[in-house]
Nanobody, 123 residues
């Protein structure tokens, strides 16, 4: 099973940027579809972005489209989420996840999860 560790979260003002990283170990991620999800206090975990095995296909939630970019570096087993124009409503714990599917956007489709990294956007 692949092990995932997120980093890069923190406190940022509205309009600012952050870059989240997801480091994989145990197995190479080149055969995994990868995704980012987030969970705000009192809310369900929701899809943010997904990227296919080769990186040629990406999906985004409508709420982040045009502001967030997902990318991957298979050679170094890393996935990134570049977040710009951050809003207070982006405040959440952000999770990296992996699937054997080419790409996935539903929680139940991704069996491997990291522990999460907190992103807080102040107004």
């Amino acid at each position: 099973q692949v092990l995932l560790v997120e980093s890069g979260g923190g406190l940022v003002q509205a309009g600012g940027s952050l870059r989240l990283s997801c480091a994989a170990s145990g197995r190479t991620i080149r055969n995994y579809g990868m995704g980012w999800f987030r969970q705000a206090p009192g809310k369900e975990r929701e899809f943010v972005a997904a990227i296919s095995w080769t990186g040629d296909t990406t999906y985004y939630a409508d709420s982040v489209k045009g502001r967030f970019v997902i990318s991957r570096d298979n050679a170094n087993d890393r996935v990134y989420l570049q977040m710009t124009s951050l809003k207070p409503e982006d405040t959440a714990v952000y999770y990296c996840a992996a699937t054997y599917r080419p790409i996935a956007t539903k929680n139940y489709e991704l069996p491997a999860w990291g522990q999460g990294t907190q992103v807080t956007v102040s107004s």
